[in-house]
């Protein structure tokens, strides 16, 4: 994200993940591409990307789930690997999340 200031200010950039491919300047697209045949030919319940703070693993997590949430076959659970509580908080928050949004997606 890119916000200018007064005329005689530096252009200020802040270090946040993008949300849209219209956002995209580091061309990711054959990344995320990859990824998501991946997820849908070995039906992998799971995607984490690892690596340093800002290297871009939230861009990369939301371009691959505009990718896929738009088909019927998949439904796209995101959450925050900061959540509070144990293991089971974390099954009880997939849980809800995924049965509202199994909910919203036969309503739609």
């Known amino acids: 994200m890119v916000t200018r200031l007064a005329e005689d200010q530096r ?7 993008i949300h849209d491919w ?20 070995d039906n992998a319940p ?16 939301n371009l691959l789930a505009a990718s896929l949430e738009c088909r019927p076959d998949v439904l796209v ?15 009880q928050h997939c849980r809800t999340n995924s049965v509202g949004l199994r909910r919203a997606r036969s309503w739609g």
């Open 77 to 91: 659970v995101q959450f925050s690997s900061w959540l509070p509580g144990d293991e089971d908080a974390f099954r």
């Open 46 to 61: 799971v995607v984490a990307i690892i690596g340093g703070f800002g290297e871009g693993k939230t861009s990369a997590l």
């Open 22 to 41: 219209s956002e995209d300047r580091l061309n990711r697209g054959p990344l995320i591409q990859s990824i998501a045949e991946l997820v849908l030919r």
């Open 11 to 17: 252009e200020v950039v802040f270090d946040l993940p």
